[in-house]
């Protein structure tokens, strides 16, 4: 992801910042029903963690 393009831009949201390196891992877009995260959310650190971005995926299937 290039972080000038996404910062640049008014209908892109960034998420999730990696805090070891500061690379967008995690964006929203403002004008569509749609999100992206760069990593396993279901992975780790546990299986509850990132519950959040499964139940956001289903409530924007079921709003679309």
Do not use: C
């Not at 290039?2 to 640049?8: F, G, L, S, T």
């Not at 891992?25 to 650190?45: C, M, N, W």
């Amino acid at each position: 992801v290039d972080p000038d393009a996404v910062r640049k831009s008014d209908k892109i949201e960034v998420t999730h910042v990696n805090l070891n390196d500061d690379s967008i891992e995690g964006i929203r877009l403002k004008d569509r029903p749609a999100f992206s995260v760069q990593y396993h959310p279901e992975a780790t650190p546990g299986p509850h963690d990132s519950r959040y971005l499964f139940d956001d995926f289903i409530q924007l299937i079921n709003n679309n």
